[in-house]
């Protein structure tokens, strides 16, 4: 069973910045998507960016603000996220697509103030 760890969430003023990680059980490599999903408050789960082998997307809302990365020795990928707003207040999951089968880490909170 692949295992999927969040971290790196927390309260920050808006405009700053905060980088979450995920650590996965096995090589990151391995699998077809790494992607990161947030949910806010009283909201759907929603993509928030998605990096395959050859395409890396962003959701509209982020796009220009937040970067996903990987580091491949340490089994991890990085969403970087900069110019923070209240809006991006919402638990951020780590997901990960393999063999057609999804895998989620239980979640991060993230907490903007105004």
């Known amino acids: 069973q692949v295992q999927l760890v969040e971290s790196g969430g927390g309260l920050v003023q808006a405009g700053g910045s905060l980088r979450l990680s995920c650590a996965a059980s096995e090589s990151i490599f391995s699998f077809n998507v790494m992607a990161w999903y947030r949910q806010g408050p009283g909201k759907q789960r929603e993509l928030v960016a998605r990096?395959?082998?050859?395409?890396?997307d962003y959701a509209d809302s982020v796009k220009g603000r937040f970067t996903i990365s990987r580091d491949n020795a340490k089994n991890t990928i990085y969403l970087q996220m900069n110019s923070l707003k209240p809006e991006d207040t919402g638990i951020y999951y780590c997901n990960a697509l393999r063999s057609y089968i999804e895998y989620w880490g239980p979640g991060t909170q993230v907490t903007v103030s105004s």
């Open positions: 990096r395959t082998i050859g395409t890396t």
